[in-house]
Each structure stands twice: as structure tokens, then as C-alpha cells.
């Protein structure tokens, strides 16, 4: 039986980017920290796989919070500079307590001591901000995005119930790549 010459090979879109970004993370990026530019990949790609609320108008910047670690906000600043989701610039934002990244889009929390992480995302609890970090205890503290180290490649994990009523849509073709974690207790 012979295969029909309409099936052919098709890397969907999503890991297409997030690959090409990584490369070019890698190429633009310091050698002592390569997690740090993997992650900043994957930010990106949260970035430009995310729906946001049309509320603002077209020019207006996508701003994104940095709490934590000086060397993973540089790499970020390297990969968000001069990059835009359609007519919406990407802005990075410096923050020096949590309650300033009430006026972001996205809030990464480079840090993960619990004692830090704690009182962030309680400030930043029932806000339209996407939170995103890498600590083992960041989805039970109420993240909704959790970056981690998997075989040499950066992965991560979600809880579809915290992301669900959010203000903003994340695409299926992104989050079909991470990995769903239970419910948390008391929630939906």
C-alpha cells in the first residue's frame, strides 16, 4: 500500500518557535548562564502565545515584571529588546516589591526561597497578571507557571484551574508541550 503524498511531517508551530527562540537565545546569550537564556525563551513564547485582554490600545506595551535574579533579568533584557507581539512592544519592568507587577501582563519571580515567593504571589493573587517562576513549590504557592530543568532542556508545568478565568488565553499549542499538574485542594 502505497502512503498518499498528502501526509507529510508537520512540526506544529509552537515548537518550531520555541526552538528558533532558544537558538537564538543561545547565540545572543552569556555562556555562564544558558538556563537562564532557555528560560527567557520560554517567556518569550508565553508572550506571543498568550492572548491578552484587548482593553488596551494596539500600541500600548506588553509589560513584564522581573523579580529575583540579576542574571536571569539581564538575559531576558537581551531577548525582549526591540521585540513586539504584533503593534504591542514588550516592555521589561524591574520590580522592586510585588504590588508594582499589578501593572503587568506577566510577572517572573527568578527566585525561590519561600519566604519570597510566598508574600509575591499573595499580592499578586486575584490579579490579571500571568506569574510565572521556577521553584519545586511555586504551583502550590498559587503560580501559574513553573519553569524547571528536565534531561538538559527547560520544561514546565501548569495547573489548567489557576490559569482557567485568568483575563488572558494561552494557546492549547503551547500548553500541550508542558505538564499538567492535579488540582490543588479547594479549588476548581
Not at 144 to 155: C, H, K, M, S, T
Request: hydrophobic share 45%.
Amino acid at each position: 500500500m502505497r502512503a498518499s503524498g498528502k501526509k507529510r511531517f508537520r512540526l506544529p508551530v509552537a515548537a518550531l518557535t520555541a526552538s528558533l527562540l532558544i537558538a537564538l537565545a543561545l547565540q545572543a546569550g552569556v555562556p555562564d548562564q544558558p538556563e537562564d537564556e532557555l528560560k527567557a525563551a520560554v517567556v518569550l513564547s508565553f508572550l506571543r502565545y498568550t492572548e491578552w485582554p484587548p482593553a488596551a490600545p494596539e500600541s500600548t506595551p506588553i509589560n513584564v515584571g522581573v523579580m529575583g535574579r540579576p542574571d536571569f533579568v539581564s538575559a531576558l533584557r537581551r531577548l525582549l529588546d526591540g521585540k513586539a507581539e504584533g503593534k504591542r512592544p514588550f516592555r521589561l519592568v524591574e520590580l522592586k516589591t510585588a504590588a508594582e507587577g499589578r501593572g503587568c501582563q506577566l510577572v517572573y519571580l527568578a527566585f525561590s526561597s519561600f519566604g519570597e515567593l510566598r508574600p509575591a504571589l499573595a499580592t499578586l493573587r486575584d490579579t490579571p497578571v500571568l506569574t510565572m517562576g521556577e521553584s519545586d513549590r511555586f504551583l502550590e504557592l498559587g503560580g501559574q507557571i513553573n519553569l524547571f530543568l528536565a534531561d538538559g532542556r527547560v520544561a514546565f508545568e501548569f495547573r489548567k484551574s489557576v490559569l482557567d478565568g485568568a483575563g488572558y488565553t494561552i494557546s492549547s499549542k503551547l500548553l500541550r508541550f508542558g505538564q499538567l499538574r492535579g488540582r490543588l485542594k479547594g479549588t476548581n
